[in-house]
C-alpha cells in the first residue's frame, strides 16, 4: 500500500464512521426527547424548552467533541498503522 489513496484510506474511513454515529446516535436521542416531549404535551403535562443560549452552547460542545474525536481517531490510527 504505497499509494497515496490506500494511505489516505483509514483515515477517511474513521473519520466516515465517527460522523456517521455521531448524526445517528443524535438523531436517535432527538427522537426519544420529541417522542417525550409529545406524550407529555399530550397528557398535558407542561415540558419547558430550553433557551437560545443552552441550545447553542449545547450545539457548541457537540461540534467540539466531535472534533476532538475525529482528530483522536485520525491520530490512533496513525499511530496503530504505522
Known amino acids: ?48 424548552r430550553p433557551s437560545a443560549i443552552k441550545k447553542l452552547a449545547i450545539i457548541f460542545a457537540i461540534l467540539v467533541l466531535a472534533t476532538l474525536a475525529i482528530i483522536l481517531v485520525i491520530y490512533a490510527t496513525d499511530k496503530l498503522l504505522y
Request: charge should be negative.
Open 1 to 48: 500500500m504505497n499509494s497515496g489513496l490506500g494511505n489516505f484510506f483509514p483515515y477517511f474511513a474513521g473519520a466516515f464512521k465517527i460522523i456517521v454515529l455521531v448524526i445517528g446516535g443524535y438523531l436517535a436521542i432527538k427522537w426519544h426527547f420529541d417522542e417525550d416531549r409529545r406524550v407529555k404535551e399530550a397528557a398535558g403535562e407542561v415540558f419547558d
